[in-house]
């Protein structure tokens, strides 16, 4: 994608985040805080058997890097492995989500994989 595809993709995501929402019957609920900025994401992992995420939604302010970012991320992590989502790269996500558009903001555009892996690790600390 160009500059400008990847630009279009997070306003899109932005404006309509995919994955919004709470989820009740989640196993885990964990938030974290960008310090720097404010920005607040809240992500509900809900894991099925085999250690699957059968469902991750997320709540959050902030700005268009941080609920755009968070939104694509989501998209890609629906019904992976949880050793999937502890494994993927900050890098990767960048690469995803134009490295050279979010670069500056990185913080931003990093805050929801923070918080998802977060969320595993709460899940496996809760299931010993």
Do not use: W
């Amino acid at each position: 994608m160009n500059r400008q595809e990847y630009t279009d993709n997070l306003l899109a995501h932005y404006e309509q985040p995919h994955y919004y929402g709470s989820l009740a019957q989640a196993d885990v609920v964990q938030t974290c805080v960008n310090s720097a900025c404010g920005d607040e994401i809240t992500i509900y992992l809900k894991v099925e058997r085999g250690k699957i995420a059968e469902s991750i939604q997320f709540e959050g302010q902030g700005c268009t890097i941080s609920r755009g970012a968070t939104s694509i991320l989501l998209e890609m992590m629906q019904g992976k492995p949880l050793a999937e989502i502890e494994a993927l790269d900050y890098n990767d996500l960048l690469d995803r989500l134009g490295r050279d558009l979010v670069l500056a903001r990185i913080n931003c555009a990093t805050l929801g994989l923070t918080t998802l892996k977060q969320a595993v690790r709460k899940y496996y600390d809760k299931a010993a």
